[in-house]
T-cell receptor
Framework: AQSVTQLGSHVSVSEGALVLLRCNYS??????LFWYVQYPNQGLQLLLK??????LVKGINGFEAEFKKSETSFHLTKPSAHMSDAAEYFC????????????FGKGTMLLVSP | SQTIHQWPATLVQPVGSPLSLECTVE??????LYWYRQAAGRGLQLLFY??????ISSEVPQNLSASRPQDRQFILSSKKLLLSDSGFYLC?????????????FGPGTRLTVL
């Protein structure tokens, strides 16, 4: 069965600091992995996705994530945080059903201080 | 380009009242459609998904139901709301059956049951 674990419900960084949001997955098949961002009272927006083409995936807004099969991880990083990055971030893995269903983690709230 | 609409944006309903939330997608044909509920600290819970008109799969048994009367319309309903139905409801769409295809989310409906 597919599952996603996001370590840390809240992560705090200073503006300009490295952002690291952790995601570990469990999947019975080779996974497709996604990171979404959600601003308050809005829907989710896709940041990036891993579809087995390359292990280092670059997304929007300067974010990137690296797929590590040996560690079953797909951590999200950004070299320098901006105030506008403050939001909730969700990691997701495809499945368990067909038809492009997704299993989401519980989310990590990123707080950015000046 | 594709767009997804949800209404209403916010809703306050008494316990025991009926519910109807609507989602429509523009600019694509035969999309897969999804309803999620988001409760604080619990991530996104997939409620229903549909791969075609009249085809609904339920992920969680509860007092909610879904219908798809038209190709790009997805409706979430309840005959009698419970306090536990409060939350942020998100509709999403995707195309194709491949797990690599991302989902696109609507702006959401904030439901408060009193």
């Amino acid at each position: 069965a597919q599952s996603v674990t996001q370590l840390g419900s809240h992560v705090s960084v200073s503006e300009g600091a490295l952002v690291l949001l952790r995601c570990n997955y469990s999947s019975s098949v080779p996974p497709y992995l996604f990171w979404y961002v959600q601003y308050p009272n809005q829907g989710l927006q896709l940041l990036l996705k891993y579809t087995s083409a390359a292990t280092l995936v670059k997304g929007i807004n300067g974010f990137e994530a690296e797929f590590k099969k040996s560690e079953t991880s797909f951590h999200l990083t950004k070299p320098s945080a901006h105030m506008s990055d403050a939001a909730e971030y969700f990691c997701a893995v495809s499945g368990p059903r067909g038809y492009s269903t997704l299993t989401f983690g519980k989310g990590t709230m990123l707080l950015v201080s000046p | 380009s594709q767009t997804i609409h949800q209404w209403p944006a916010t809703l306050v309903q008494p316990v025991g009242s009926p519910l109807s939330l609507e989602c429509t997608v523009e600019g694509t044909s035969n999309p897969n459609l999804y309803w999620y509920r988001q409760a604080a600290g619990r991530g996104l819970q997939l409620l229903f998904y549909s791969v075609g008109i009249g085809q609904i799969s339920s992920e969680v048994p509860q007092n909610l139901s879904a219908s798809r009367p038209q190709d790009r319309q997805f409706i979430l309903s309840s005959k009698k709301l419970l306090l536990s139905d409060s939350g942020f409801y998100l509709c999403a769409w995707s195309v194709g059956l491949a797990g690599a295809n991302e989902q696109f989310f609507g702006p959401g409906t904030r439901l408060t049951v009193l």
